[in-house]
């Protein structure tokens, strides 16, 4: 049934925009009344229908559906809170100190979101949404199968129904036919258990008269009537009805829309008076309104299933006769005022709400990241008596692409130091030089509003010389508090369909704390163009790790990862650690690849080495890909203490050393 997910998510868009359209039509009904001619009360409810049935409505500024980011025909994207801040907590620490070669080249750990969004609504979501789903193609059934048993019941009645053989009503109706210009032929029927007149048929028109009314009404009442059930056909009105009881049944829990067809219906009967008095003239209301009071004396006040009649229930007829005692010349003629009131609600209320492209979006985002940042930094700045406008800001991309120059490489090196110490809410740091380009600061602001200030300095190299705080302006956008939502790694059906959704063939998944962490390799070409810009040319694979948590609803949610250079064609065994904070908890990791495949078919053990005196042991079960979890409480160690992982050695069954990290680099 999943296929039909996305017609039911369009059923229910539509559905809401057209109680919308309903709700503004009412209320300009009741607020401008009678100035509108009658004409215009009828016509204007095919707004309604147009909304219900046009699958495309172009987008356009000035539509109401601008102001309800739902009514989005595109995926609203939006940076995340931990994008805003850049908190910086899933950087990839390298292992590259001293001679040793750069397993990893250098990307930091990035928090951008996947391609697919974040968070990702999956299993409960997907579960009330075929749920819903369900439950509308029930009460679809349910209406529809009414709907057949009353047809079939009407169809049964019509056969028994005899043509009409009084020759004054067919003669009358051939009059009224002409006389409304209604071509086509149209059979008469005489009914015994119909008390009022009406019309029914799509393609081949009935007007049902119910036995003996050519002597209950005058020649003259009798022309009025055989008028308004014609006038119903030259309106085609029965084709109207026919679609809104199918829209009835699609739409059948939208209790605005039963409402809005109700009031069409009204509307049309009054329409069809009005069409009458304009053909009968202005001075007959009083007249036309006297023959319907005479059959409300006799006929049934509500029109029978699958016919369109004269009568309506007792509400509805006294407001029909006031229209009819108001009537005058022009009643039924377009003016000026119904038409463009007209023009203007489907300008406004039948386009769609504009979407921004993806291009523009991603803009947005980081004109709104670029503000934020500059209001930090100009906070940071205030409480040390600095003056950027003196200063030169540092962009960071540039240096990625620069390495090899001292200067750019110790310089990312000063602001890696500084990114250590940063905790779940800090702000990234940022980095600006004074004129002469030999000495600045690096301003980073804590989650708790907390400033600090890193004087830097270049001597063969650039190093932190200094470091000041001072208390400052809370700005992070940090959720403190998730409520009673717990998190928890996914399950192993989260996790298969989060890969295929994904498109993901993970190399390792592993379960840490409230996390479920995939490493995988991507393309550079396949990542996103905001992606991109963080990933250096040079890089064409990459590896990267996700970290996924599950809250009690189900809900997947993507909270960032870490990435690299994958340098599998140059170095036997690719090694790096990752870790991060967030409000879904602390994590700490070291990923493996064995790329020599004889190095994988003896290797038995792998031993990480951390700083500390930290060193965990893992089995290799002839896997080729690892993530090895730390503790908690050793992580946060680690994270204090830069992250080091300082050696990797893999063994075979025997203890012999097949890879040793530290021995390996000296060759």
């Known amino acids: 049934m999943s296929f039909l997910l996305p017609v039911f998510q369009w059923v229910l868009n539509v559905s809401v925009m057209a109680g919308i359209l309903t709700i503004v ?12 001619n009658v004409k215009w009360h009828s016509w204007v409810w095919f707004l309604v229908m147009i909304r219900l049935l046009v699958p495309y409505a172009p987008e356009t500024p000035f539509s109401v559906f601008n102001l309800w980011g739902f009514f989005s025909g595109a995926p609203n994207y939006t940076m995340s809170e931990q994008q805003i801040n850049l908190i910086d907590n899933s950087g990839s620490a390298q ?17 951008l979101p996947d391609s697919s969004g974040s968070p990702n609504s999956t299993n409960t979501h997907d579960f009330y949404l075929l749920l819903f789903c369900a439950v509308w193609l029930a009460g679809i059934a349910g209406f529809g199968f009414l709907t057949l048993v009353k047809e079939r019941k009407f169809i049964r009645e019509l056969k028994n129904y005899r043509p009409c053989a009084d020759e004054k009503i067919l003669a009358l109706c051939a ?14 029927l005489e009914t015994d258990n119909r008390k009022s007149p009406s019309v029914c048929g799509l393609i081949h028109p009935k007007l049902l008269m119910p036995a003996g ?18 006038a119903h056909l030259k309106r085609k009105d029965t084709a109207v009805y026919f679609l809104i009881s199918i829209m009835q049944i699609i739409h059948w829990f939208n209790p605005v829309l039963w409402v ?38 006799n006929c049934s006040r509500k029109n029978a299933y699958g016919t369109v009649g004269l009568l309506g229930r007792k509400s509805q007829i006294q407001r029909r006769i006031t229209m009819i005692s108001l009537f005058g010349k022009g009643s039924y003629k377009w003016s000026v005022l119904s038409v463009a009131l007209i023009l203007v609600l489907g300008a406004v209320l039948l386009t769609n709400a504009q979407t921004m492209n993806g291009e523009d979006t991603a803009d947005a985002a980081l004109k709104a990241y670029e503000s934020h940042m500059l209001d930090v930094d100009k906070d940071i700045a205030g409480s040390f008596q600095l003056s950027l406008a003196d200063l030169k800001k540092v962009d960071e991309q540039p240096l990625y692409d620069q390495q090899e120059e001292q200067s750019d490489s110790t310089l990312l090196g000063v602001l890696s130091q500084v990114r250590r110490t940063l905790d779940y809410g800090d702000i990234k740091p940022s980095a600006y030089l004074k004129q002469d380009g030999q000495s600045g600061y690096i301003l980073q602001k804590k989650a708790d509003g907390t400033n600090h200030l890193y004087t830097i300095a270049y001597k063969q190299g650039w190093a932190i010389i ?34 295929a959704e994904n498109k993901i063939s993970p190399l390792a998944v592993q379960n840490i704390g409230n996390f479920t962490v995939v490493l995988d390799k991507v393309k550079r070409e396949d990542k996103s163009d905001q992606e991109k810009n963080i990933v250096p040319e040079n ?12 809250d009690q609803d ?35 990791y070291a990923r493996v690849i064995i790329n020599d495949s004889n190095l994988s078919k003896d290797a038995d053990r792998i031993t990480c080495y951390y700083a500390n005196n930290i060193t965990t042991t893992t089995p290799v079960d002839n896997q080729k890909a690892f993530i090895i979890p730390l503790p908690q409480e050793k992580a946060e160690l680690l994270r204090q203490e830069a992250r080091k992982l300082t050696n990797v050695i893999i063994s075979d069954k025997n203890g012999k050393v097949l890879f040793d990290q530290n021995e390996w680099t000296k060759n």
Not at 26 to 36: D, E, F, T, Y
Not at 213 to 230: D, F, K, N, P, S
Not at 481 to 497: F, H, M, R, W
């Open 260 to 297: 809005a067809f109700s009031r069409w219906r009204q509307d049309s009967e009054i329409a069809c008076d009005a069409y009458v008095l304009s053909k009968i003239g202005a001075n007959h209301s009083g007249d036309y309104g006297r023959v319907i009071i005479k059959l409300l004396e």
């Open 554 to 588: 189900g809900n997947i949610i993507h909270d960032g990862g870490g990435g690299g250079n994958d340098n599998s064609d140059i170095v036997p065994v690719s090694i790096g650690v990752s870790g991060g904070s967030s409000q879904y908890g602390r994590i700490m």
């Open 25 to 36: 039509i009412i209320l300009l009904k009741l607020l401008l009344g009678n100035k509108l």
């Open 175 to 188: 009059s009224c036919q002409c006389r409304l210009g209604l071509s086509g032929s149209l059979v008469i």
């Open 213 to 230: 009314i050519g002597t209950q009404l005058t020649y003259a009442e009798l022309e009025y009537v055989i008028l308004h059930e014609l």
């Open 539 to 550: 890089i064409s694979t990459l590896i990267e790790t996700r970290r996924l948590t599950a």
């Open 466 to 499: 200094k470091t000041d705080s001072a208390p400052g302006q809370k700005m992070s956008k940090v959720i403190d508090e998730i409520g009673d939502k717990v998190y928890s790694p996914l399950t192993e059906a989260q996790l298969n369909q989060y890969l």
């Open 95 to 111: 292992n590259n100190g001293g001679n040793q070669p750069d397993l990893h080249n250098g990307v930091i750990g990035t928090t």
